[in-house]
């Protein structure tokens, strides 16, 4: 019962279902996330924190980066169904669309730029 309140309790946010549209290009770090969010990066670290106590997230530390990612065939068979079911539920929304766009700019920006411009907010 808890995997699954884990799950809908991730889903039930537009921000980390944005998430889990732009893991689908790759790994991310987290400054591109908190980039693309808009939001402070308190506030996507709590995004991120639910995403990955439902297992929907993995993430690795690279020194003082932390990179989020999708996980693979290894996830358990119910949050395999769940990112299966956002993605074809929502994958038409025109938001995601423009989310797709958003991602292409942040994409070609230095993260390292990015981390410190976040720092000095």
Not at 94 to 112: F, H
């Amino acid at each position: 019962m808890r995997e699954f309140l884990n799950i809908t309790k991730a889903l039930a946010d537009e921000s980390r279902i944005r998430v889990l549209f732009a893991l689908r290009g790759g790994e991310l770090c987290a400054c591109q996330i908190v980039e693309f969010l808009a939001l402070a990066g308190s506030t996507v670290s709590k995004h991120l924190s639910l995403l990955y106590q439902a297992g929907l997230v993995t993430l690795r530390k690279e020194g003082r980066w932390i990179y989020y990612s999708l996980p693979g065939n290894q996830a358990p068979p119910a949050v395999r169904s769940a990112l299966k079911w956002v993605f074809q539920s929502a994958g038409e929304l025109p938001r995601i669309a423009e989310d797709a766009r958003e991602m292409k700019r942040i994409l070609k920006l230095d993260p390292v730029v990015l981390c410190r411009r976040q720092c000095k907010r």
